[in-house]
């Protein structure tokens, strides 16, 4: 009994050793891999060439792709725990790219209005089977579509507004014990929060959306066990083959852009846990005052400031 735990445990050893070991190898091989992807473009963004499709299929969502932001990651971290303005740059450059996308993006909810209040009177009012737009060749589909295209809003708004209500500080939160702690450990919260949870679970989505969006776009459909020598063998039957099915008849048919927006939040809430983790760690080691520091969060004017971070 003493020899097979003796055993199980020295092959625990072995496999958590190997892994340090891949995990440092892979880490060292992303210096040359970025480097060659930078300096032979060609190679996966001539998209003319369906090997480059092929190419960028498959780093999109390789462990190669993983260990290069992972190894930028590394290096940026460094050089801002030498230089905290470094950092500060990237969390105003990171959070400005959130709050931009999300303010530009939550014009949709006025669009979905709009829409469903033409909807309403073109089905209510004018008994219209279907609504144009245009002149010579118009844009004419059934009203259902337009019913159904509403989906496409509020999926605009969750997936490219998440990050922005993230900043703006409009999350529900269950706060059980993170506003009884001190200030301290509000911001190792915050950390831990950001690396153990916002980035796995952005790197979970990203990979299973990546794949998922791409069998929708092109056939043959690649497949997350494929190697790049079967993705480039498979390319030499690759064409387009935009999804364009809907639910209904005549309803919504660009589903493939919900598959598109799936990647893009996942890639928008990856983005922002570096700059979540960046910025608990500069109001940890800066202090109290640092809090909020550079933080553009929206206003509801003067007098209002009871009802912000509640809207």
């Not at 060439?49 to 190419?55: F, N, S, T, Y």
């Amino acid at each position: 009994m003493e020899d097979t735990g003796a055993a199980s445990f020295g092959q625990i050893l072995s496999a958590l050793g190997d892994g340090i070991v891949w995990g440092i190898q892979n880490i060292l091989m992303a210096f040359a891999n970025i480097a060659y992807a930078v300096s032979h473009p060609q190679l996966w963004l001539d998209w003319s060439d369906k090997e480059a499709i092929m190419r960028f299929v498959y780093f999109g969502g390789s462990v190669e792709f993983f260990f290069a932001a992972f190894t930028i990651f590394l290096i940026v971290t460094a050089i801002g725990l030498w230089k905290n303005s470094v950092l500060w740059a990237v969390v105003r450059v990171l959070e400005g790219m959130a709050n931009t996308i999300g303010r530009f993006f939550a014009w949709a909810g006025l669009l979905m209005v709009l829409q469903q209040i033409i909807i309403v009177f073109m089905q209510r009012i004018f008994t219209r089977p279907d609504i144009v737009f245009g002149f010579g060749i118009p844009l004419q589909f059934d009203i259902s579509w337009y019913a159904e295209e509403l989906k496409l809003y509020n999926a605009l708004i969750v997936a490219l507004c998440a990050t922005y209500a993230f900043v703006q500080g409009s999350h529900v939160r269950v706060d059980l014990v993170y506003s009884a702690v001190s200030y301290r450990t509000r911001k190792i919260i915050d950390m831990c929060g950001s690396i153990f949870f916002m980035m796995p679970m952005a790197v979970m989505v990203w990979l299973y959306g990546w794949y998922f969006m791409w069998r929708h776009l092109i056939v043959p459909k690649p497949s997350a066990s494929d190697t790049l020598e079967r993705l480039l063998l498979k390319s030499k039957a690759l064409r387009w083959n935009v999804e364009t099915i809907g639910f209904s008849p005549n309803g919504f048919t660009a589903y493939f852009i919900f598959k598109i927006l799936l990647v893009a939040f996942a890639g928008l809430v990856f983005l922002h846990a570096i700059a979540f983790f960046y910025r608990s760690y500069l109001e940890l080691k800066e202090g109290p005052e640092s809090e909020g520091k550079y933080l553009d969060r929206d206003s509801l004017g003067e007098g209002e400031e009871a009802f912000e971070g509640t809207h």
